[in-house]
C-alpha cells in the first residue's frame, strides 16, 4: 500500500451514507466506530469487534508517533488549541491587531489621557482532513476469527504512518494546493514573515552569519555552526523573541553536531554540547522531510506555532454497500497554525528563522 495520506477539506468528505450517518449524529465522528454500549442511536458500523478496534487503535498510535519529531514536540510543550467537534468546521479564525501602547504605573489605576484604538482584522486557515484509506474484505475478516491467527493491522499501522508523515510535512511546508475563501495553511519554512538568511549573501554576512553551508565539514568548522546558531538567536531577540528555541536540522547534518566543537584543543565539548549551553535554545531535533542546508530555529511561543488539536490519528470504518467489502479511513485533524506579530519596529515578523544556502554563483 502506498504510504501517502490525503490531506482534503471536509466537505469533501460528506458524500454518501458516510455523510448522512455523521450529519445525524452531530459530525461527531466516534459514530463510525464500534460502540460495546448503546451511546449511539446509529449502528451501521458495528462489523468489528470491540477488542478488534482496539488492536487497530494500538497499532495507529503507535505507528503515529513514529514521524511526528517536530510536532510531537510542539504537542509535548503544550502548544496546542482545542477545537472540540472538528469536522463540525472548515475553517479556523483568529483576530490580529494592531500594537497598543506601553503599559503605565498610577496609584489609582486610571488612565483617561491615552485609550487605545485597536485596529483589529480576522485572520484564517482552513481545517483539513488528513487521511489513509484501506480496506479489508469480508472473506479475509471472517478467516481471521476462525483460525489461530489475529486480524492483521499492517494496513492500519502503514496508513496511520502516512497521516502522520503528512501531519509533520504541513507542519514545515504548509498545505499551499489546499485553499478556502483564498486562505490556506502555512508551514515554518513558507510562513510569509519568517526571517530569511542566505549563506554567502551580503545581509547574512553583515550579521555574523559564515559563507557555507554546515554539511561541508572542509569548508565549515563546528566554531562556524555555533556561531551561525548565535546569529539566529540574536536574529530572534532583535525581534522581541525571547523565549525558548528549537533547532531543527535536517539529516544530512546530524552527525556533524557530534563533532568537536574545536579539534585543536583539549575540550571534549561537541558542537551539540556548545549549541544546548546557549540561554534559551532547548532542543535540537533531526526532522528526516527538512531539505538538506535548510536550519530553522524557531521560538516556541503560542504566538508563533500552535497545532489545531481536532482529532489525533482515528480509526473509522463502514461498509460497501453489498457488505463484502469493509472500508477504513486512518484519519486526523491537526494542522499547523503559524502565525506572527508586529515587532517594536512596527513590522510583522514571525519566530522563525531559516537559514539556508548558499546562493549559486
Wanted: with cysteine.
Amino acid at each position: 500500500m502506498a504510504n501517502s495520506a490525503q490531506i482534503s477539506n471536509n466537505s469533501s468528505l460528506m458524500s454518501g451514507n458516510i455523510g448522512g450517518l455523521l450529519f445525524r449524529n452531530n459530525f461527531d465522528a466516534s459514530c463510525l466506530r464500534t460502540h460495546s454500549d448503546n451511546s449511539s442511536p446509529f449502528h451501521v458500523n458495528g462489523v468489528l469487534r470491540q477488542e478488534e478496534f482496539e488492536r487497530f487503535d494500538d497499532v495507529v498510535i503507535r505507528a503515529g508517533r513514529e514521524r511526528l519529531n517536530a510536532v510531537a514536540d510542539v504537542h509535548a510543550r503544550g502548544l496546542t488549541t482545542d477545537l472540540p467537534n472538528p469536522l463540525g468546521y472548515t475553517q479556523y479564525t483568529w483576530t490580529v491587531s494592531n500594537s497598543m501602547e506601553a503599559a503605565v504605573h498610577t496609584m489609582d489605576g486610571r488612565n483617561n489621557d491615552k485609550n487605545d484604538a485597536r485596529n483589529l482584522t480576522q485572520n484564517s486557515i482552513p481545517i483539513p482532513i488528513t487521511h489513509k484509506d484501506f480496506e479489508i474484505d469480508s472473506r479475509t475478516l471472517h478467516a481471521s476469527r476462525n483460525g489461530n491467527q489475529p486480524l492483521d493491522t499492517w494496513q492500519a499501522e502503514d496508513a496511520s504512518r502516512g497521516v502522520s508523515e503528512a501531519l509533520e510535512d504541513a507542519y514545515l511546508n504548509g498545505i499551499p494546493g489546499l485553499q478556502v475563501n483564498g486562505n490556506t495553511v502555512s508551514g515554518i519554512l513558507n510562513q510569509a514573515n519568517r526571517i530569511q538568511n542566505v549563506h554567502g549573501s551580503a545581509p547574512a554576512l553583515a550579521k555574523g552569519y559564515s559563507a557555507t553551508n554546515w554539511s561541508d565539514n572542509v569548508a565549515t568548522t563546528g566554531n562556524e555552526i555555533y556561531s551561525d546558531v548565535v546569529a539566529m538567536k540574536a536574529d530572534l531577540h532583535a525581534n522581541q523573541f525571547y523565549g525558548p528555541k528549537v533547532l531543527y536540522i535536517p539529516t544530512n547534518v546530524e552527525s556533524r553536531f557530534d563533532e568537536l566543537l574545536n579539534p585543536s584543543n583539549s575540550s571534549n565539548i561537541t558542537i551539540r554540547d556548545a549549541v544546548l549551553k546557549l540561554d534559551t535554545i532547548d532542543a535540537i531535533i533531526v526532522v528526516d522531510q527538512l531539505p538538506d542546508s535548510t536550519y530553522t530555529l524557531v521560538s516556541m511561543d503560542s504566538g508563533t506555532v500552535q497545532i489545531i488539536d481536532g482529532m489525533s490519528n482515528n480509526v473509522l470504518q463502514w461498509s460497501s454497500l453489498d457488505s463484502l467489502v469493509f472500508y477504513f479511513k486512518v484519519m486526523a485533524i491537526q494542522p499547523p497554525l503559524i502565525r506572527d506579530r508586529l515587532n517594536k519596529a512596527g513590522t510583522r515578523v514571525s519566530g522563525i528563522v531559516q537559514l539556508t544556502g548558499p546562493i549559486g554563483p
